[in-house]
């Protein structure tokens, strides 16, 4: 068995635990209960439901509830099962976000800034300079606020000092995402 398969199924696994409750647990620790291998016809597919379980509901509300329980390592699996485009730094909400929009229902309620950081986030990636970095943050109209750096340096996970002028926390955040990655390509082609 490939190591890819045995993933696989650990993940099954550990998701159809995820969603017993603590009762049926501890039945299953105690022996008082087991689990059941039972082949099904491909039309039962569990990722399958989720779909069925999307296309039937009614409102944002719904679907939320339907997502709640789900942890971001579910979400992720549920992703990638339906080739749906994420990245390992997405929140729960924004997984949810992108499962719900692939099956073309409105979308969950995920901060508008959030996205708009999101979006920053991958400029900053693609710049090749801090030079240029600097001139992204400086002139970007969300980011005209020290409140909505501070904002966006939480959301790239920088730390920064929030008793900082704006000048420097501006320079904190195009250091840590573009300079790490300069510095990064540099060892690497050594």
């Not at 039972?38 to 679907?63: H, N, V, W």
């Not at 485009?85 to 508008?112: C, P, Q, R, W, Y």
Request: one cysteine or more; glycine letters at 4%; a positive charge.
């Amino acid at each position: 068995m490939a190591k890819k398969n045995v993933e696989e199924i650990l993940q099954l696994m550990l998701d159809t635990i995820r969603h017993l409750s603590e009762d049926q647990v501890l039945k299953l620790c105690t022996g008082k209960a087991t689990l059941q291998y039972e082949e099904l016809s491909t039309e039962s597919d569990p990722y399958e439901q989720i779909r069925e379980e999307i296309d039937k509901a009614e409102d944002i509300k719904e679907i939320e509830q339907l997502f709640k329980n789900h942890t971001k390592k579910s979400l992720i699996s549920i992703c990638k099962y339906f080739q749906i485009a994420m990245k390992s730094t997405d929140t729960k909400a924004v997984l949810t976000n992108k499962i719900v929009a692939h099956f073309g229902k409105a979308t969950v309620k995920v901060g508008e800034e959030s996205m708009e950081f999101q979006e920053i986030q991958q400029q900053l990636e693609k710049i090749e300079t801090i030079k240029e970095g600097k001139t992204l943050i400086n002139n970007h109209a969300t980011l005209k606020t020290k409140v909505n750096l501070i904002k966006l340096a939480k959301t790239l996970n920088v730390y920064i000092d929030p008793t900082n002028k704006k000048k420097d926390i501006q320079s904190r955040i195009v250091e840590s995402i573009v300079g790490a990655r300069l510095r990064g390509k540099g060892i690497r082609e050594r």
